[in-house]
């Protein structure tokens, strides 16, 4: 399974980005995705995730201005990033776990100027 993940890139303070994650299998039957970073320094941290009846969940530091979706249809999932701030710098990983497994994307770097 590969998970390739695209959209990040440089932005001013309160502008906004919409990451991707394209997977190579059907996710229909995957429960949950998830999408994290890790900033320079410190540890990585989950952001937001989505179960396959669309429940969302998110950290506290993105509540109100991240949304993650999915698109089954495309075995993708996105993570729409709006007022974004220089502390939501960081390299931005997509994850799913089918089962026991868990695979990881490349990682896209977002970089929030002030």
């Known amino acids: 399974v590969q998970l390739q993940a695209s959209g990040g890139g440089l932005v001013q303070a309160g502008g906004s980005l919409r990451l991707s994650c394209v997977v190579s299998r059907n996710i229909l039957s995957i429960n949950a995705m998830y999408w994290y970073r890790q900033a320079p320094g410190k540890q990585r941290e989950l952001v937001a995730s989505i179960a396959s009846g669309g429940s969302t969940s998110y950290a506290d530091s993105v509540k109100g201005r991240f949304t993650i979706s999915r698109d089954n249809a495309k075995n993708a999932f996105y993570l729409q990033m709006n007022s974004l701030k220089p502390e939501d710098t960081a390299v931005y990983y997509c994850?799913?776990?089918?089962?026991?497994?868990?695979?990881w994307g490349q990682g896209t770097q977002v970089t929030v100027s002030s």
């Open positions: 994850n799913i776990r089918p089962g026991w497994a868990s695979y």
